[in-house]
C-alpha cells in the first residue's frame, strides 16, 4: 500500500493535468464551429465538446481508454461488424469472437502480435550478439581497442534514417517480411547488452581473480565460475533495457515496410488524422513494453533467488 498509494497519486495528478490540457488543445476548433453556425458557446457547452470532438487535437484520458477497448476487439468506427457479429453469451460465441478478433488486422491485438513477434527475434538476436561482443571485448584487448568504439559510434545514427536503408538492402537480395524489423530491433537492442555485459564480466576484483589463480583454475573455469555468475545482475539490468529498446526498433521498421504492426496503426493514424487511433496504438506499445520489462524483472528475481543473490 506504501508503494501503490504514491504512484496512484502521480497518475492522478497526470489525469487530472490531461483533462485540463484538453480544454485549450482542442477549444479553437469549437470556436471556430460556433462562429461559422453564427452561435455563442458558454464556457461548460464548451468544455463538454471538447472532451467529445471525433478528431480531436488532444484526445481526453477517457477517448483514448475506449479506443483502445474498441481497437483491441476490432470495434472501431469501420470494423464495428466485427464485434455484432459473434455474442459473448456464450462459450461458443466468445470463442469466435476471440478468433475473429486475432484474424481482423482492425485490431490492436492482431497488430501487436505482428509487432510482438519481431521485437522478441530482434531481441534474441541483439543479446546473442552483445554477450559474444562483450566476451571478446573482455578477453582480446585488440577488439576492446576496435569493436567498443564502433559500438558506440554506431548508436550515433538516427535509426529513423537507418531503418529505410536496412530495408531496401535487404529487400535487393531477396530478404522481407520479418527479417529486416528484427535486424532493426537487434540493432537498437544489442548495445544496452554489450556495456551490460563487459560491466559484468569485469566486476571481479583483482583479490577474487588471484584466488582462482591460486587455485590454478582454468580460463574457461574462471569464465564459468566466477565472470559469468558476476555478470548476471548486470545482464538482467541491461536486457530490461534491450528489450524496450528492440520494440522501439520493431515499431521504427514497420514504418517503412507497411505490413502490419503497431507502427503501421501510428502511421495510418497520422495520414487520416486519426488522433484517438494514434494514441491507443501508442498506449497499446507502452503496456507491451511494459509487460515484456515485467517479464524479464519475473525471470530475474527467479534466477538470482536461485543463485543466492536476492532473497
Not at 484538453?22 to 453564427?38: F, K, T
Not at 522481407?176 to 535486424?183: E, M, Q, R, T, Y
Not at 544496452?192 to 583454475?217: E, F
Not at 574457461?220 to 529498446?245: D, N, Q
Request: proline share 5%; aromatic share 8%.
Amino acid at each position: 500500500m506504501r508503494v501503490a498509494f504514491p504512484v496512484l497519486a502521480v497518475v492522478a495528478a497526470l489525469i487530472a493535468l490531461w483533462y485540463v490540457a484538453v480544454v485549450p488543445m482542442n477549444a479553437p476548433w469549437e470556436r471556430d464551429q460556433a462562429q461559422r453556425a453564427g452561435t455563442e458557446l458558454g464556457f461548460g457547452q464548451l468544455v463538454a465538446n471538447t472532451m467529445t470532438q471525433e478528431r480531436p487535437v488532444l484526445p481526453a484520458p477517457h477517448q483514448v481508454v475506449m479506443g483502445l477497448y474498441e481497437q483491441t476487439l476490432g470495434c472501431d468506427a469501420v470494423g464495428r461488424r466485427l464485434c455484432r457479429a459473434t455474442t459473448p453469451l456464450t462459450v461458443q460465441g466468445f470463442g469466435q469472437r476471440l478468433v475473429a478478433t486475432f484474424a481482423s488486422n482492425r485490431s490492436l491485438i492482431y497488430h501487436g502480435r505482428i509487432t510482438l513477434t519481431a521485437t522478441l527475434l530482434g531481441f534474441v538476436i541483439g543479446t546473442g550478439a552483445g554477450i559474444l561482443l562483450a566476451i571478446g571485448i573482455v578477453y582480446n584487448r585488440a577488439m576492446d581497442a576496435s569493436v567498443m568504439p564502433w559500438a558506440i559510434a554506431s548508436q550515433t545514427i538516427p535509426i529513423i534514417a537507418l531503418a529505410p536503408m536496412i530495408i531496401v538492402v535487404l529487400n535487393s537480395v531477396g530478404i522481407s517480411g520479418l527479417v529486416p524489423k528484427a535486424i532493426i530491433a537487434a540493432y537498437l537492442s544489442f548495445f544496452p547488452v554489450v556495456v551490460g555485459m563487459v560491466k559484468g564480466l569485469r566486476a571481479p576484483d583483482a583479490m577474487q581473480l588471484d584466488l582462482m589463480k591460486t587455485w590454478s583454475a582454468p580460463g574457461l573455469a574462471v569464465f564459468l565460475k566466477l565472470r559469468l555468475p558476476m555478470s548476471v545482475p548486470y545482464l538482467f539490468a541491461s536486457l530490461k533495457v534491450g528489450i524496450a529498446a528492440s520494440l522501439v526498433g520493431t515499431i521504427v521498421g514497420e514504418l517503412p515496410v507497411q505490413e502490419g504492426g503497431l507502427g503501421v496503426r501510428l502511421l495510418s493514424g497520422s495520414y487520416y488524422g486519426q488522433t484517438v487511433q494514434m494514441w491507443a496504438a501508442l498506449f497499446a506499445a507502452a503496456i507491451l513494453a511494459a509487460a515484456l520489462v515485467g517479464i524479464v524483472g519475473m525471470i530475474e528475481r527467479r534466477a538470482l533467488r536461485r543463485m543466492g543473490m536476492a532473497r
